[in-house]
């Protein structure tokens, strides 16, 4: 079975604003490679001005608030690094089985790698005029703005890529089962490289 891969763009950010643009990739993913039944919820973020779906499974839900918890808590230990989160999509097969034994092996038919970029803010040094301090807050806050404006507008394009992608990659997904697909989503760990690459990960890359 073919591995289907999507890179999605590279989006810089900062870690006050990952748990918002993790949220709104990650369950945009899940909506649109879910085939059974759900009762999808309209969800606005919290910092952007975009509203995404997800599929209103509350252990789901539970599920990419925990990987993502897990994420800020290495961005913390490794600030001001490129790093990616993957999610993987895959089958169970029975491996070899026997009368004593019966293992099963994950066959990955897609992958999808959210390319993040995460910085430090900018500090700025003291001022003895309160009146220029007040100046360069004023500048500090406009420049955060517009910032944040432009990776709303980063954001959207990496939804698009994700609906265009899901609309058009179909023929390698398994028959339709009654649940969500089974999957995985992989953050770095402290063993990975420089860019935050998931050895395991890439390893199941290189052998799709």
């Not at 491996?95 to 999808?112: A, C, G, L, V």
């Not at 390698?172 to 089974?182: G, K, Y």
Request: charged share 30%.
């Amino acid at each position: 079975m073919n591995c289907e891969t999507c890179q999605l763009k590279e989006l810089e950010l900062e870690q006050d604003e990952i748990k918002d643009v993790l949220r709104c990739i990650l369950h945009t993913i899940f909506f649109h490679r879910t085939l059974t039944l759900v009762r999808p919820k309209d969800v606005d973020c919290d910092l952007f001005e975009i509203t995404y779906v997800q599929c209103g499974l509350p252990d789901l839900e539970k599920e990419v608030d925990e990987k993502i918890n897990q994420f800020i808590a290495w961005v913390e230990k490794h600030p001001n690094r490129r790093s990616q989160v993957c999610l993987s999509f895959f089958d169970e097969k029975n491996k070899n089985p026997s009368w004593f034994t019966s293992k099963t092996e994950r066959i990955y038919w897609e992958q999808w790698f959210i390319n993040l970029h995460v910085i430090s803010p900018k500090g700025h040094g003291k001022s003895r005029s309160s009146k220029a301090s007040t100046s360069i807050r004023g500048k500090a806050l406009e420049e955060a703005s517009s910032k944040r404006a432009a990776l709303g507008l980063l954001i959207q394009e990496v939804l698009f890529q994700i609906i265009n992608f899901a609309n058009e990659k179909k023929d390698h997904i398994p028959p339709i089962s009654d649940r969500i697909f089974n999957h995985e989503i992989s953050i770095p760990s402290s063993s990975d490289s420089v860019f935050g690459w998931n050895a395991d990960v890439l390893r199941r890359v290189l052998n799709s």
